[in-house]
């Protein structure tokens, strides 16, 4: 807030209120400063206050335009802040950087790009692209305001462990973004949990208004129901890499098992 004061020190009245709408609601922000209309599911994770967000929605739908933004608004609106994005691999994270840097860009912000993939604004936050394809280069961050996961379906989880911890001191904010990839790995987890809090978005095809309908059932006919189911339904299936069923390993396992000894 004080940095902000500074910046807006003889600005007009319209100029003031138009900045704080912007720092106290980043849907607004996107659709007046980013030319980004937000979905009405855009919209609720924009507002949202929670600090675990699961976005399950369909290819297409904005999952990354949407966490790109909220990488922005962070950068811009909280100085200081550390924002990590990672995604599948290296050539994602540039794709990712890339969208993160050309908001902050039209949003006017001041800013010296590092890199292909990290940049730091003259608030002190700093956005950092990563691949996700090896645990030990995410080791070594501390304190980021917001973790953004691409594709968490498709991240090991061994890369998950190496960023949890890294939350615990800031209580930062960490969103997980993907279309279902097989019932495994920490997004299939944390979708399913009933003991951590998420707030969970679930955005299948037919909801999104830039897909048509026509597309899709060419899509059906083309990739068949398994792809289809996940990459449009937000269905979670045994990946088709998977020897038994999902529930007939479940029914292996009994859960009341007898005393070995009376
Ligand atoms: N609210 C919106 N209004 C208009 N266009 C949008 C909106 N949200 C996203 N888009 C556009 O939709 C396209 C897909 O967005 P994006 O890449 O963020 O989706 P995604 O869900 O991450 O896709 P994928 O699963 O393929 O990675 C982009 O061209 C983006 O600019
Ligand atoms: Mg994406």
Redesign the pocket.
């Known amino acids: 807030m004080l940095y902000m004061g500074v910046r807006l020190m003889n600005q007009a009245p319209a100029t003031l209120a138009r900045e704080f709408r912007h720092a106290l609601d980043p849907a607004a922000f996107a659709s007046e400063r980013l030319g980004?209309?937000?979905?009405p599911w855009?919209e609720r994770v924009l507002q949202s206050s929670s600090r675990r967000l699961l976005l399950n929605?369909t290819?297409?739908?904005?999952?990354?335009?949407?966490t790109a933004i909220l990488a922005t608004h962070t950068a811009l609106y909280q100085p200081g802040a550390l924002i990590l994005m990672i995604s599948r691999a290296h050539r994602q994270s540039m794709e990712l950087f890339g969208k993160c840097s050309g908001f902050l860009k039209q949003a006017d912000a001041r800013l010296a790009i590092d890199n292909a993939m990290s940049c730091t604004l003259a608030n002190g936050s700093r956005v950092i692209s990563l691949p996700g394809d090896n645990p030990d280069t995410l080791r070594g961050y501390s304190a980021p305001s917001l973790v953004i996961f691409d594709?968490a379906a498709f991240a090991l989880d061994a890369v998950f462990m190496a960023v949890r911890p890294m939350l615990a001191v800031s209580n930062g904010r960490l969103a997980l973004l993907s279309?279902p990839h097989g019932k495994r790995g920490f997004f299939y987890d944390a979708w399913h949990s009933k003991t951590e809090t998420w707030q969970r978005e679930r955005i299948p095809a037919e909801q999104c208004p830039?897909i048509s309908a026509e597309f899709l059932s060419t899509e059906r006919a083309t990739i068949g129901e398994y792809w289809f189911s996940q990459e449009y339904g937000c269905e979670f299936v045994e990946t088709n890499d998977q020897l038994f069923r999902e529930d007939a390993i479940e029914r292996a396992f009994s859960h009341a098992p007898d005393p070995l000894f009376a």
């Open positions: 980004v209309i937000p979905d855009q929605c290819r297409q739908s904005g999952k990354s335009t949407t594709e279309t830039r």
